[in-house]
């Protein structure tokens, strides 16, 4: 699930919440859409980065974070949810692995 998207409000965001209720899976997976300013989807969307921007995402994550909390997920990751006894074992991947790997991103 995303939030932070343009546009989204806390009754969107408990459509989302509903739609989880609908489904009932064990684990979520919960990200906030980060709109990084000078980028081609900043533009497209006439987004501006800046702290009202930041303290609005964060409001409706506090939001998300209380609302599965209430469902019986419990938060272990930044942005994973899981019933209880259903975590999910850490992610490994190629930093686990002592691997080289790449990692690319927006400058900031």
Same mark, same amino acid.
């Given at each position: 699930?995303?939030?932070?998207?343009?546009?989204?409000? #806390?009754?969107? !965001?408990?459509?989302? !919440?509903? +739609?989880?209720?609908?489904?009932?899976?064990?684990? &979520?997976?919960? $990200?906030?859409?980060?709109? #990084?300013?000078?980028?081609? !989807?900043?533009?497209?969307?006439?987004?501006?980065?800046?702290?009202? +921007?930041?303290? +609005?995402?964060?409001?409706? %994550?506090?939001? &998300? &974070?209380? =609302?599965?909390?209430?469902? =019986? %997920?419990?938060? $272990?990751? #930044?942005?994973?949810?899981?019933?209880?006894? *259903?975590?999910?074992?850490?992610?490994?991947? #190629?930093?686990? +692995?002592?691997?080289? %790997? !790449?990692?690319?991103?927006?400058? *900031?």
């Amino acid at each position: 699930m995303i939030h932070g998207i343009p546009g989204q409000t #806390v009754a969107k !965001l408990e459509a989302d !919440l509903a +739609a989880i209720d609908d489904l009932s899976p064990d684990h &979520v997976s919960w $990200y906030e859409l980060g709109v #990084v300013e000078g980028t081609p !989807l900043a533009r497209r969307l006439g987004e501006t980065v800046g702290d009202a +921007a930041e303290d +609005a995402h964060a409001s409706l %994550y506090r939001h &998300v &974070v209380r =609302g599965l909390q209430r469902r =019986g %997920y419990r938060w $272990y990751e #930044v942005s994973n949810f899981a019933r209880p006894g *259903r975590r999910r074992a850490p992610q490994r991947g #190629v930093l686990g +692995a002592a691997r080289p %790997y !790449l990692g690319l991103g927006p400058e *900031r």
